[in-house]
């Protein structure tokens, strides 16, 4: 399988133990860390009600989905 690379990167600041952590995340799913950290954003974007549509954001479906970050307790 041939690696793709996109035009576009994103660093961030993350606590201590993040690393390891996405590591056994992606180990679970067979997937390297870089790619399940992008589709657990673009899940956790869903979740929030944004999408993306032709690579730009669009606004989604607001309804609480499975997951929602901001569910009502």
Do not use: C, I, N, Y
Request: aromatic share 2%; glycine share 6%.
């Amino acid at each position: 399988m041939p690696v793709t690379r996109f035009p576009k990167e994103l660093r961030l600041r993350v606590p201590g133990g993040l690393p390891d952590a996405l590591e056994r995340a992606a180990d679970q799913h067979h997937q390297t860390p870089a790619e399940w950290a992008r589709q657990a954003l673009l899940r956790s974007l869903a979740a929030e009600g944004v999408s993306l549509h032709d690579g730009k954001a669009a606004a989604s479906d607001t309804r609480e989905a499975p997951g929602d970050l901001h569910r009502a307790a």
